[in-house]
Structures are given as structure tokens and as C-alpha cells.
């Protein structure tokens, strides 16, 4: 499994956690996503051959921007 850290600066409530959360969970190969209201963090526990590109677009057709991103682990 691949860690990925994804930095979201436009989340600031619930209805956004529950928008990010419901997308990206609805992936094949995505097995945990957690949005952080407090750092404005979307990490997300998937299958190496999900790819960052796809998880920042299924954000960002939310109506999300991202600012950045980064691989936090791979096993």
C-alpha cells in the first residue's frame, strides 16, 4: 500500500469532508481516506497503481483546488 498526502486549502467543513471522503473512497485501490478539517489534509492509504494524478482530479472534480501533494510511504 502507497500513503499519499494531498494538501487542500479549500476544506472548512463538513460537507467538504464528507465530498472528498465519499469521491475518493469510491476509487478502486483506494482502501482509507481521511480529510483533516485542521490541516486542510486529505491522506489517502491506496494501491501503488493508483496514481497521484487520479486522486488529485477525482479532488479537484469535486470543486476542489490542490495545492500540493506528496507520497507520505510506500510498503
Request: charged share 25%; with cysteine; glycine share 6%.
Given at each position: 500500500?502507497t500513503t499519499t498526502r494531498v494538501?487542500?486549502?479549500?476544506?472548512?467543513?463538513?460537507?467538504?469532508?464528507?465530498s472528498i471522503d465519499g469521491a475518493?473512497?469510491?476509487?478502486?485501490?483506494?482502501?482509507?481516506?481521511?480529510?483533516?478539517?485542521?490541516?486542510?489534509?486529505?491522506?489517502?492509504?491506496?494501491?501503488?497503481?493508483?496514481?497521484?494524478?487520479?486522486?488529485?482530479?477525482?479532488?479537484?472534480?469535486?470543486?476542489?483546488?490542490?495545492?500540493?501533494?506528496?507520497?507520505?510511504?510506500?510498503?
Amino acid at each position: 500500500m502507497t500513503t499519499t498526502r494531498v494538501s487542500v486549502p479549500g476544506v472548512h467543513c463538513d460537507h467538504c469532508v464528507a465530498s472528498i471522503d465519499g469521491a475518493v473512497s469510491k476509487e478502486e485501490g483506494v482502501q482509507s481516506v481521511q480529510v483533516d478539517l485542521s490541516t486542510k489534509q486529505v491522506t489517502v492509504e491506496h494501491n501503488p497503481r493508483v496514481t497521484v494524478e487520479e486522486l488529485v482530479g477525482v479532488i479537484e472534480d469535486q470543486g476542489y483546488e490542490v495545492e500540493s501533494f506528496e507520497e507520505v510511504s510506500a510498503k
